[in-house]
């Protein structure tokens, strides 16, 4: 596997384009298309707020349902939540008009949508980007990057990535576009990802294979702790490298599952990172865990602390917030028997051992919470199970950002 | 029952004292003591943090088996929290003194922790302080605001109450001091809170009490999400008003429970009203629920947000925030059913009903989130079951407080 430039057109057969459509801000890209040339195996995960927007709600039954997915629409501005009747109707209109446009069925789009809650989107101007949309569509490795930009709402830049290998003699591509920044917290947690392959994969093998991995990616991600109503993850598969069906569990669908973790857990780590406000990415490796669900417990419980996301934002190595963030976690251990230490470039710095602080150089530490990002890791010593996590700090400009999100 | 002055020294037989001791801070009251001149009936609650401070341990353990309680010692600015053995031995050095000092029995003496986790207590101020605590206990009103004022930490202000009632004939009178302001999340939440009580009461009444009572006034508070390592939430009851001997379940009971209730609730208010960095306490009423552990889940829900605690601050009326939070609370409920709105002095302003957002004057909501206090109903139109709880803000100073903890 090796990663390659680009993102969603890295594949054969997709194209993309973002552009202006004024949804609610001005002059910025805010629409987005994704479109593959052949239909295309999809799976997902969705939010796991009942309260889910309107295209999540039309999304999730045309992953269930439909034959085959052919495009993804996507707006920022406006997330289409809490839009009752008239909410799911623009989503019907918006597919309907995308779908005459390409020449697909209207049960082969899919939508996505990010911004504010409440508000019902501006149907004319989604109908006129559409347009745009389709007229600029390309395979371009440009026009992904401009889906990308599209997508962002308080994201500081585009997040793009894309890997390759070989299955059964045939190149295959995974390439992705994904954004965040607010509401990111885990449980299908990622605001919008969207991965493409030109892989030939069975549904059931692509659907199980986003089932799992979501757990170890997206949902082990927060900015805030706060479950957004609109998260989504698609997984677009084409069949355009023409290898053999990769079916479950065979070697093939391993190589593949594993690529596609690196793409997913590549997108998770550029979410986090670009928190809103955030200064540096705080990852929190679990090891020697008594359970999978324990590790993940406690690691994701670590990165959610608002209290340990302010003391790395002060550079303050109050470990005590993180054996405290441990504690309330859910997962049962014994502190007597936990070690924290930080990861250095692999190099250990002890800060507890065994239930007790340990004396350590609080310049060191200093040093090493100015880095761009902070690797903790919380040795359980009950088992041999292990997860990892990634948020950021808490600093004045995500309450600057928050204060007053809707002007 | 009515609300009189003072604090724990309020009711019958109680005496109190706060002095320096110079334990981490300078020039500021570090110490407290609570003492009964008769033995006390104990009830209390204390963190479901797995990682719980040494006082907490041994806490827990004196008011479970001993027969009964005489003193309560408390310091702040270390909370021998993650300590080992040294800080077990810590807990019993300090009581041992206390007791000696006293002229009680070490197993009657309690101990009460709050600052920073991991360092040892420097037990030769302990002893200095306690040796102060001895000679400048009293029972007059300002020695229990002493202690309110000795028990803070990051706190602005002290917070204690008071109020009487008769039963069978006699006036009990029910005292309470409290410290809060960061660390702060449901399950067992408040940092430290200490109620006396003349009221002669079974230790199985106070017990029931006690564990009702938490669950719908301290720990249906939130600062921080963080639950601490020290929570502990203490009774004492001496019996010196001479009613007779309250039982479960007699209306005596529900009378006692009920000032016992508005105490708490009062206390865990102030709490959240005074979180780090607030300028505003927020309360979330949810009724109609489908169940009383819904209407909890869900009004904590919403005053553990963020993103709705950035907004309140930003004086936003984002009410897609608070739909979002009801919608990952854990709490089922049909998104279509809700209402959302502020009660501005009992009077309905409605942001959000049945699904869909209402149109609403911005300039009004932004007067209503200028008051120091926020009310948030959610009317979950799915049973009969409701529940309130308070948080505050997310500022500024709150990041600013906590990015510096230590130093």
Redesign the interface.
């Known amino acids: 596997m090796k990663i390659i430039p680009g993102g969603v057109t890295a594949p054969k057969g997709f194209e993309a384009a973002g552009v202006e459509a004024g949804i609610k801000y001005e002059n910025r890209k805010d629409m987005a298309l994704i479109y593959s040339q052949r239909p295309c195996v999809a799976a997902g995960a969705f939010t ?5 927007a309107a295209p999540v709600l039309r999304d999730m039954r045309i992953v269930e349902e439909s034959p085959y997915v052919r495009a993804v629409v996507v707006n920022t501005g406006i ?1 289409n ?4 009747k ?1 909410g799911l109707k623009c989503c019907d209109d918006t597919a309907s008009e995308a779908a005459a446009l390409l020449g697909v069925p209207e049960d082969s789009v899919l939508i996505g949508s990010t911004g ?4 019902v989107l501006p149907m004319e101007r989604i109908k006129a980007g559409l347009k745009k949309l389709v007229s600029a569509k390309a395979a371009a490795k440009g026009s992904g990057f401009d889906a990308a930009t599209a997508i962002m709402t308080t994201d500081t830049h585009p997040k793009e990535f894309a890997v390759e290998l070989e299955i059964g003699g045939a190149t295959v591509t995974i390439g992705a576009i994904s954004k965040g920044s ?2 990111i ?1 885990p ?1 299908m947690c990622t605001m919008l990802s969207f991965v493409t392959t030109d892989a030939a994969i069975s549904k059931e093998a692509l659907t199980k294979l986003v089932k799992n991995d979501v757990k170890d990616t997206y949902n082990m991600i927060s900015v ?6 609109n998260d989504s993850f698609i997984v677009l598969a084409n069949g355009a490298a023409a290898n053999p069906v990769i079916l479950p569990d065979t070697p093939e669908y391993e190589a593949f599952g594993k690529a596609l973790h690196a793409v997913n857990e590549h997108q998770a780590k550029a979410l986090a990172e670009d928190g809103e406000g955030a200064t540096k990415l705080i990852e929190c490796k679990v090891v020697n865990a008594a359970s999978k669900e324990d590790a993940r417990l406690l690691a994701r419980s670590v990165i ?4 340990t996301k ?2 790395v ?2 550079r ?1 190595a ?4 993180i ?7 859910g ?3 014994d ?2 028997k936990v070690c924290l230490y930080f990861d250095r470039d692999g190099e250990k710095f002890t800060l ?1 051992e ?4 340990v004396d350590f150089d609080e310049d060191e530490a200093k040093k090493i919470l100015s880095a761009s990002s902070v690797r903790i890791v919380a040795d359980m010593n009950d088992g041999c199970e292990s997860a990892v996590a990634w948020g950021c700090d ?3 400009d ?3 950002i ?6």
Do not use: E, Q
């Not at 054996?323 to 976690?329: E, M, P, T």
């Not at 928050?402 to 002007?407: A, E």
């Open positions: 796991s707020n009942k309260v889910k997330a939540a809490a839009t009752g008239d504010v809650i409440g508000p607010g509401m917290h449980d805030d702790g706060d479950t957004s109503t959610s602390s608002n209290l302010a003391a934002f002060g303050d109050n470990w005590g917030r054996i405290c963030a441990l504690g309330y976690s997962a049962g251990f502190p007597g507890y065994y239930g007790r602080g808490l600093t004045y995500y309450v600057k928050n204060g007053d999100y809707r002007s």
